[in-house]
């Protein structure tokens, strides 16, 4: 009799059950959280270290030559349609990869007509101070100035800059940045131009871009008030021209100007899970 008793007090009953499982899925879904925001912050946090870097590099460069960091090449390509220039997907007619999947990006280049197109290896050759491509000889940084500091990497999939002169952010797509070279205070990004992308109501998306040429944003002429426009196209490696650009939440910031004096709810993003946005400064 005692032994049985012993036995049915050692019994968990069905509610006692219940209420660890519950407990389990509980801490588990904690941890689980937790291990996520670990890797997604993370990458993050660099891309926000990254673009600041580049934009301060970018603007400590021109104070330094009075011009932006272009090639002459560069400068030859805009035309009244194309007047700033966009360092895309395109690598001197070659299409840039994904470094997650290894396929092609999708192609984001300069509507100029001449058929000129670089990523940002052109500029990181000039900022920082490579002895190579439009940058040979030191020809537009001639006082050997190393505006930027950036990894380096043996592939070109990588976080970093790789052996084709390429910064990749942590997914391993090149940084996307525009260039203000027409010198009017605005920049026309080659994607965030388009009107299916970034008209919203009227002339104005909800990122402060605007269509001053077109007040119902039918033309592919948004701007943003800023001399440098830089984003990412974030884990998937995907940004679709034929979608509107979509709000994130503000857990997904990746930077606010900071010549801007109050809180934006979100950056610049094509609609996608964990977008990388865009940081102007």
């Excluded at 007509?113 to 190579?132: K, P, R, V, W």
């Excluded at 020809?139 to 592939?155: E, Y």
Aim: charged share 15%.
């Amino acid at each position: 009799m005692n032994e049985l008793k012993s036995q049915s007090s050692r019994r968990i009953s069905r509610t006692e059950t219940l209420i660890i499982a519950a407990l389990i899925a509980l801490i588990s879904f904690l941890i689980l959280n937790s291990a996520s925001r670990r890797i997604i912050e993370p990458p993050i946090s660099r891309v926000q270290i990254a673009m600041s870097a580049l934009v301060a590099a970018i603007q400590q460069y021109e104070t330094t030559y009075g011009r932006p960091p272009v090639s002459q090449a560069a400068h030859n390509s805009t035309n009244a349609m194309s007047a700033d220039f966009t360092f895309g997907t395109v690598n001197y007619g070659t299409n840039l990869l994904n470094g997650r999947t290894h396929q092609p990006l999708p192609a984001i280049t300069n509507a100029n007509g001449t058929g000129y197109q670089a990523a940002n290896s052109e500029l990181m050759t000039i900022l920082m101070d490579l002895d190579t491509g439009p940058n040979t000889n030191h020809v537009l940084n001639p006082q050997r100035i190393v505006f930027l500091t950036a990894r380096m990497v043996d592939n070109v999939s990588s976080s970093g800059v790789g052996p084709d002169h390429v910064f990749r952010d942590p997914w391993g797509n090149p940084y996307i940045i525009s260039l203000d070279l027409d010198g009017d205070g605005k920049t026309r990004d080659a994607f965030y131009r388009r009107s299916q992308v970034s008209r919203q109501t009227n002339n104005t998306v909800f990122h402060r871009l605007t269509n001053t040429s077109d007040p119902a944003g039918l033309t592919d002429n948004f701007t943003i008030n800023t001399d440098v426009m830089i984003w990412s196209l974030g884990p998937d490696g995907n940004a679709d021209p034929t979608r509107p650009a979509q709000p994130r939440q503000p857990t997904e910031l990746v930077t606010i100007p900071s010549k801007w004096s109050r809180p934006i709810p979100s950056n610049l993003c094509v609609s996608a899970p964990l977008r990388l946005c865009v940081k102007t400064g």
